[in-house]
């Protein structure tokens, strides 16, 4: 009989000190992002609370599609981002392309955004702009001014880059338009889906002979995973890419996203590996 209590009495006490544990249990919840880089065609700002200093991998594949991340073939890209202090993040870049037809080219591009409005935590809005300089495919530099905006929450979180581009060669376009968004939601502690839209050399829609072939759009989906307490953090995102408009000039080699090609629509996938050096 006493043996048959105590056994009573020590599976209580065990069942006790469990729910114990289960109500005082409490998963870790992230408030905002901690990802340097959670979409692949729009770049956001780093602040105090991010990895301050990254390194990334990103590869792409893509048909009927042309340029820097959608090469026709495969095509790499290495990069490095880090936080600067007063709100000044820098990103820099070098994207090396082998083509289907054969032959291996390279482009490189560096640039500096400051936010002016928020920037001082993850969450909320933050507003920003910043310059660089670029190198293209066919060697011609162009330089760089971006505009960023951003809002992260919780459980969700939304990127806008508008991107302007002036190259040093006569052939090319007086100024290049580059607009993107991307919308990422909160499916678990680690996972984000969303989508991404990327419009491309938007100057088409009023110059007939634009020199990248002319305007084209990109939307498709978009996902980011974020494991706890690890330094790598990953990124996939792609879609279909289409003309919204076309001229008759011979494209360019200047660095794009998704391409500059005067024949057909096509597609781009890429993905994207970064790792934290700090965390």
Known sequence: MRKTILILFFAGAVLNCAAQKKDGFKPEIKTGTNTAQPFLFSLNTLTTENPRWNIHYSGSYGERTNGQFGYDGLGQQFGVKGYLGSRFTLYATAAVGFANSGGITSAEQAEVIRDFLGGKGIAGFRLGAGLGLSRDWSNVGSAISRITASFDRTNWRMLGNLRFEKAFDKTRDKLDFISSFGYQHRVSNVLYIGFEALGQDLEGFWEKDEAEGGAKVMIGP????????????????????FYATRSQVIPSEAIREIGS???????TIRALVNFNLHR
């Open 222 to 241: 978009s996902i980011n995973l974020e494991p706890n307490h690890s330094k790598l953090s990953f990124s996939i995102s792609g879609g279909p890419v």
């Open 261 to 267: 090609t005067a024949s057909g629509n096509g597609y």
